[in-house]
Antibody, heavy 119, light 108 residues
Framework: QGQLVESGGGVVQPGGSLRLSCAAS????????MHWVRQAPGKGLEWVAF????????FYTDSVKGRFTISRDNSKNTLSLQMSSLRPEDTAIYYC????????????WGRGTRVTVSS | EIVMTQSPATLSVSPGERATLSCRAS??????LAWYQQKPGQAPRLLIY???TRATGIPARFSGSGYGTEFTLTISSLQSEDFAVYYC??????????FGGGTKVEIK
């Protein structure tokens, strides 16, 4: 089973930026699609972004398009999420997760990193 | 966007009893449905994918069924470690990938 460890969360003012990272181990990172999923306090799960195993395909949920950028470095087994123009409604725990092949369910999850957008 | 609706929001069950959780899709997703379990302070865990296939290490008391727009997760005999929130997720038509709002299974 793969291991995923997120980092980079914190408190940021509205309009600010933050970069999240997800370090992957114990599986062949370059063979898996990667996602970011978030969970606002006391709420359910919301898919945020996806990047294909080779980086050739990227998708975002509408609310983050133009503000968030997902990327990966297969040589370093690392996934990133660059977040800018942050809003209070972006406050959440951000999880990275894996999917394989053409099936987009989440096989493994990290423990998450907390992002708080507040003045 | 496919909207996923779970019911009930909360299910009160005694240990050893059967729990039945429902998930409805706003349009057909064929068999492209997954279930997750989330305990307080923890990340979600994949339980079932492709409607009825248990993920690695998931006990046989968890089973999934359904097709199209109606799906069910059944826990045949609830154990203490099964009290948690359960989410369904469709991956047929995306982006976006969408989750249901969750069902909390609590001790009766």
């Amino acid at each position: 089973q793969g291991q995923l460890v997120e980092s980079g969360g914190g408190v940021v003012q509205p309009g600010g930026s933050l970069r999240l990272s997800c370090a992957a181990s114990r599986f062949t990172f370059r063979s898996y699609g990667m996602h970011w999923v978030r969970q606002a306090p006391g709420k359910g799960l919301e898919w945020v972004a996806f990047i294909r195993d080779d980086g050739s395909e990227i998708f975002y949920t509408d609310s983050v398009k133009g503000r968030f950028t997902i990327s990966r470095d297969n040589s370093k087994n690392t996934l990133s999420l660059q977040m800018s123009s942050l809003r209070p409604e972006d406050t959440a725990i951000y999880y990275c997760g894996t999917s394989y092949g053409s099936s987009r369910y989440f096989i493994d999850w990290g423990r998450g990193t907390r992002v708080t957008v507040s003045s | 966007e496919i909207v996923m609706t779970q019911s009930p929001a909360t299910l009160s069950v005694s240990p050893g009893e059967r729990a039945t959780l429902s998930c409805r899709a706003s349009q057909g997703v064929f068999g492209n449905l997954a279930w997750y379990q989330q305990k307080p302070g923890q990340a979600p865990r994949l339980l079932i994918y492709a409607t009825s296939t248990r993920a690695t290490g998931i006990p046989a008391r968890f089973s999934g069924s359904g097709y199209g727009t109606e799906f069910t997760l059944t826990i045949s005999s609830l154990q203490s470690e099964d009290f948690a929130v359960y989410y369904c997720q469709q991956y047929h038509d995306w982006p976006p990938l969408t989750f249901g709002g969750g069902t909390k299974v609590e001790i009766k």
